[in-house]
């Protein structure tokens, strides 16, 4: 199985700030490698699908890169109604797994 | 809008079989792979099941399989789970989620609002 790790586990920021959370593939997975967000007591939503493209609908605020095994997402200027925990997931081999998650809140 | 409406969770003895039930609305059905993903505070998500469009192929997580069955109608648009030798470590919120694609590997870009199951004596 593909193993997925994320850092941080959890952060803290302001209002405004850079957020970047950094996602790693056990293995080369390509661009087979999604984001989504969860807020407390709803279900994942997909933000970034294939690495680096926006789902429609979602803020441009937030961004995906990478390829491989490496992968960051970004939100550029955070926002009060982005807290939520992050996670990652790949696509290329079954099982897909999902990363740990990155617990995001505001200082 | 799409929306997927997942039934059926409850609480259940070890050993025993639920069937889990997701309605789906707002796209066409049969075009997509839909998926099953669990969650539990322990394990986080987990990724049980893939169907595709025309229910010809199936895929199942090792922790699973043997144990549960997916299957989909598509003339009631409905996807199912049939859970069978439930065990503690299976209690978790159940989602039902669209695949993006008709193949099975694919990002879920449509998720339920999950039914919990809760496998207990």
């Known amino acids: 199985d593909i193993q997925m790790t994320q850092s941080p586990s959890s952060l803290s920021a302001s209002v405004g700030d850079r957020v970047t959370i950094t996602c790693q593939a056990s293995?080369?997975?390509?661009?087979?490698l999604n984001w989504y967000q969860q807020k407390p007591g709803k279900a994942p939503k997909l933000l970034i699908y294939d690495a680096s493209n926006l789902e429609t609908g979602v803020p441009s605020r937030f961004s995906g890169s990478g390829s491989g095994t490496d992968f960051t997402f970004t939100i550029s200027s955070l926002q009060p109604e982005d807290i939520a925990t992050y996670y990652c997931q790949q696509y290329d081999n079954l099982p897909f797994t999902f990363g740990p998650g990155t617990k995001v809140d505001i200082k | 809008e799409v929306q997927l409406l997942e039934s059926g969770g409850s609480l259940v003895q070890p050993g025993g079989s639920l069937r889990l039930s997701c309605a789906a609305s707002g796209f066409t059905f049969a075009s997509y792979a839909m998926s099953w993903v669990r969650q539990t505070p322990g394990k986080g998500l987990e990724w049980v099941s893939t169907l595709s469009g025309s229910g010809g192929s199936t895929y199942y997580a090792d922790s699973v399989r043997g144990r549960f069955t997916v299957s989909r109608d598509n003339s009631k648009n409905t996807l199912y789970l049939q859970m069978s030798s439930l065990r503690g470590e299976d209690t978790a919120v159940y989602y039902c989620t669209k695949n993006s694609r008709y193949g099975s590997s694919s990002p879920f870009n449509y998720w339920g609002q999950g039914t919990l199951v809760t496998v207990s004596s």
């Open positions: 293995q080369d997975i390509t661009n087979c």
